[in-house]
């Protein structure tokens, strides 16, 4: 298979699939909290546009995936539309609002129940990334490597580097630098940095052997000397693996997804205050990217032969979790900014309605709250993937 061909099954494959769990996640949410409070439902979508798969439950519930991988939605029975802005017609009497909750149309249903719904979806999120980190450090612990304990061993090589035209190998260990012996990785940046332009002595050790490089550093941006090499590379022996029971895995995933929502929260606070850019904001094709490159690596990490095919599909699998389990936070927290149209926009209608009684805010309100909610959604997807757009090709700034 052409590697251009392949690399395009990879990274697409790998966002839809990682995708379409975070969506399914969120919208389930939504649907199972719909169904135990007894909200009819017309239609559970993963994706948008046309219909490629569809099949109906015994409860009438259409299921289908569209054609469309970049989000998801619960249509409820008496939707106007699949972002439930509204219902199909207006309610006007007491005895219609009695007639319309018995047959569970969600815009009729108290707010406890309409709340509880909405806010089930990014809820269900961060439930799904607490048990999938959780799984993740049941599965492969936490690594506690003291990085100085470390040979300066090379991962990476890169192409055309000082260290490539020298000969080094990933897999090589650097014993000294100009006769000083080398310890670790950070003793290696700490005696090649002053040197950019100087030819150096190195010995290295390739399996038995121990072999003399001489190897002229060049000079970076930050004006240090860089090899063009990455480290370092510990052995399996070399490793330290934390081990954690089910309790402690737990605890583990709950505090990694707080870890996310905290950094995210204070990010986007920073944003708003001037004290951060926006250049972090990624868009689908900045999540394409992303998704591509963990596969690519996990597929590669368990070497290229067949034999260790299983491996590289388990270290797939782990790494894709691993992506979900970030994206479905993101997902989450996005989706209770109190934005219209989003479901935090929706709690935030809700709780002006309790603050009035029960009376909601006029439709015309609301219709101008959603426009101005699409507006804002719009501009930032736009504004995403033109961040994308620029990192994917500097050239385009």
Do not use: C
């Not at 506690?144 to 490539?164: G, K, Y």
């Not at 072999?211 to 063009?228: E, F, K």
């Not at 070399?238 to 905290?262: C, D, H, K, M, Y």
């Not at 996005?334 to 439709?363: C, M, Q, S, T």
């Amino acid at each position: 298979m052409p590697d251009v061909l392949q690399n395009i099954l990879i990274y697409a494959g790998s966002f839809v699939l990682v995708l379409s769990v975070v969506v399914f996640v969120h919208e389930f949410g939504h649907f199972q909290v719909a169904r135990w409070r007894g909200v009819a439902i017309d239609t559970f979508s993963i994706g948008f546009g046309k219909k490629l798969v569809s099949w109906r439950d015994k409860q009438g519930v259409e299921w289908k995936i569209g054609a469309l991988p970049l989000g998801g939605y619960v249509k409820f029975a008496d939707d106007a539309d699949a972002m439930s802005t509204a219902p199909r017609e207006k309610i006007e009497s007491p005895e219609a609002l009695a007639e319309a909750r018995r047959k569970g149309l969600f815009h009729a249903q108290p707010l406890s129940t309409r709340s509880m719904v909405v806010a089930a979806g990014p809820f269900t999120n961060f439930v799904f990334s607490i048990l999938a980190f959780a799984l993740l450090a049941l599965i492969m612990g936490r690594e506690t490597t003291d990085p100085s304990t470390i040979p300066a061993r090379i991962a990476t090589v890169a192409a055309e580097s000082a260290a490539a035209e020298a000969g080094l190998q990933a897999g090589d260990v650097i014993r000294s630098v100009d006769g000083v012996g080398t310890r670790n990785f950070t003793e290696l940046q700490a005696q090649v940095g002053p040197s950019a332009g100087r030819p150096l002595h190195l010995v290295v050790q390739r399996g038995d052997e121990q072999i003399p490089l001489q190897i002229t550093p060049t000079r970076a941006a930050n004006g240090r000397a860089v090899l063009g090499v990455t480290g370092p590379l510990p052995l399996d022996s070399e490793r330290t693996i934390q081990r954690f029971g089910p309790l402690e895995a737990l605890s583990v995933g709950a505090a990694n997804t707080w870890g996310i929502i905290a950094q995210t929260g204070a990010y986007i606070g920073g944003v708003f205050s001037g004290r951060e850019t926006g250049d972090q904001i990624a868009g689908p094709l900045g999540i394409i990217n992303v998704s591509g490159q963990v596969a690519t690596s996990a597929l590669s990490a368990g070497g290229g032969d067949d034999t260790a095919l299983g491996e590289r599909v388990g270290f797939l699998a782990l790494a894709l979790l691993n992506l979900a389990a970030v994206l479905s936070v993101a997902v989450g927290f996005v989706n209770l900014l109190p934005i219209p149209i989003l479901d935090g926009g929706h709690l935030l209608f809700y709780g002006i309605e309790a603050l009035r009684g029960g009376k909601p805010l006029p439709p015309s309100a609301q219709e101008w709250a959603y426009r101005a909610g699409f507006a804002v959604m719009a501009s930032l997807f736009l504004f995403a993937t033109w961040n994308d757009i620029t990192r994917l090709f500097p050239g385009a700034q």
